[in-house]
């Protein structure tokens, strides 16, 4: 049997521990896993920190090669090109606009020279950021490789949503550009329902869908957690609400800060914001001026203290500004249901994400960016048991957002 070759390209990846780097890093590991010979075109880990990460702070700014072996994987290592990048301290729209470009240029010079020394089968990109969808159509092109196109964010259509590009002309070109990458694919795939019906909409094809996973031996519920809260500093009784993920402009998070304001009379409550972002100072700024006292900002956690994590919350905050639901789907959501927490999710009534929420009951499904519909559902949460949901949340991603049982469905289309 032919070894199959992959070329994957994608801005974000391993060893980003959050958001598509995180996803990336571990669908190449699969495909490899099963005996592809993989080689990465990537750039060096800054998310969500927004700067690069060492030890790779040093050679950041040009091209280096290196390889990654996995217990699972000693005798196939993935190849992998990291290209420099601009990283911006501000990421605002036009500084996101400026990385984004600057890694389409300097991997595009990087996929010119793989061009005289290999041949891959396949070519695989991820969205965001969506033109690097050009690089693949201009492989496909030039080799006849089967080139795939798999959608993390719709990235151009929340840039318009959340203001971020006010121009409708660029917007326009980049959605002509958008849906020239479409046709050209082989394989289009997307994350959730809502997703996949806007981009069919744009070009008329089958979408494929491929969910965001979950490692479910990974995280799991733990039976005991007296000992989790001291952990973080807490103390055992402390009933703790936790928002756990990127801190971004598109998440709304300044609720977080009223509820904490609404919810101060009582003692043993504590809001807890962990994670890394832009938009992280300005949340801080905001806790003092409101001289919040149950407040904790927490840094974005390592890989082997998330499970306990995610066990030591009594309830989750899964959020997002109205504008964003169905263009982007919560990556953190899925590690909260697969350790069987108890979610609170911002989600319009008729998007998937709410339809997903309501019809398997596993969390509780609030208006986006309304405050009073969030003070609600804490208050019903501190005083009501939701067992039911919590078993339900574990079962559901047992079933349904395995990394085994998703991965296995996907390979099915690209044989």
């Known amino acids: 049997m032919q070894v199959k070759r992959m070329l994957f390209i994608g801005g974000n990846y391993y060893p980003e521990l959050t958001g598509v780097g995180k996803y990336n890093g571990e669908m190449v590991d699969m495909f490899a896993n099963i005996g592809y010979h993989c080689t990465v075109i990537t750039s060096y880990p800054y998310y969500p920190y927004w700067k690069i990460q060492e030890p790779y702070t040093k050679h950041s700014r040009w091209y280096k090669k290196e390889f990654k072996f996995s217990p699972a994987n000693l005798t196939n290592p993935i190849e992998i090109y990291r290209c420099p990048q601009f990283v911006p301290n501000n990421p605002n729209s036009k500084a996101r606009i400026i990385l984004d470009l600057s890694f389409f240029c300097f991997s595009f010079f990087k996929l010119l020279q793989l061009l005289f020394r290999k041949r891959y089968d396949s070519v695989f990109t991820v969205a965001p950021s969506?033109?690097?969808?050009?690089?693949?159509?201009?492989?496909?092109?030039?080799?006849?490789?089967?080139?795939?196109?798999?959608?993390?964010?719709?990235q151009i259509d929340a840039a318009y949503e959340l203001k971020m590009i006010k121009s409708?002309?660029?917007?326009?070109?980049?959605?002509?550009?958008?849906?020239?990458?479409?046709?050209?694919?082989?394989?289009?795939?997307?994350?959730?329902?809502?997703?996949?019906?806007?981009?069919?909409?744009?070009?008329k094809r089958e979408i494929i869908f491929f969910p965001n996973w979950v490692d479910v031996n990974s995280f799991y519920p733990l039976k005991d957690k007296t000992y989790l809260k001291s952990e973080f500093n807490l103390c055992p009784n402390d009933k703790v609400i936790l928002y756990s993920g990127a801190i971004g402009e598109k998440q709304g998070l300044e609720n977080v800060l009223h509820a904490a304001k609404a919810f101060g009379h009582i003692a043993n409550l504590k809001f807890i914001i962990c994670g890394s972002g832009p938009y992280k100072d300005k949340l801080n700024k905001l806790a003092v001026d409101m001289k919040l006292k149950n407040l904790i900002f927490l840094p974005t956690q390592p890989a082997e203290k998330l499970n306990h994590l995610l066990n030591m919350a009594d309830v989750h905050l899964v959020l997002q500004k109205a504008s964003a639901n169905d263009l982007v789907m919560p990556s953190k959501l899925t590690t909260i249901l697969s350790v069987g927490g108890l979610a609170i999710v911002s989600a319009n009534p008729g998007s998937h994400l709410h339809h997903l929420i309501s019809a398997n009951q596993v969390g509780i499904a609030i208006s986006p960016e309304n405050k009073n519909s969030l003070f609600h559902a804490i208050e019903n949460v501190l005083k009501n048991n939701f067992e039911n949901i919590k078993r339900n949340a574990r079962e559901y991603a047992e079933e349904f957002l395995s990394s085994e049982n998703v991965f296995s469905k996907y390979i099915s289309y690209m044989q």
């Open 130 to 154: 969506f033109q690097i969808g050009l690089l693949g159509t201009l492989y496909k092109k030039l080799t006849g490789a089967k080139f795939i196109y798999h959608i993390q964010d719709l």
């Open 168 to 203: 409708k002309f660029l917007i326009k070109l980049l959605l002509r550009i958008e849906r020239f990458i479409l046709k050209k694919a082989d394989i289009v795939s997307s994350i959730s329902d809502g997703m996949i019906k806007k981009i069919s909409d744009k070009c």
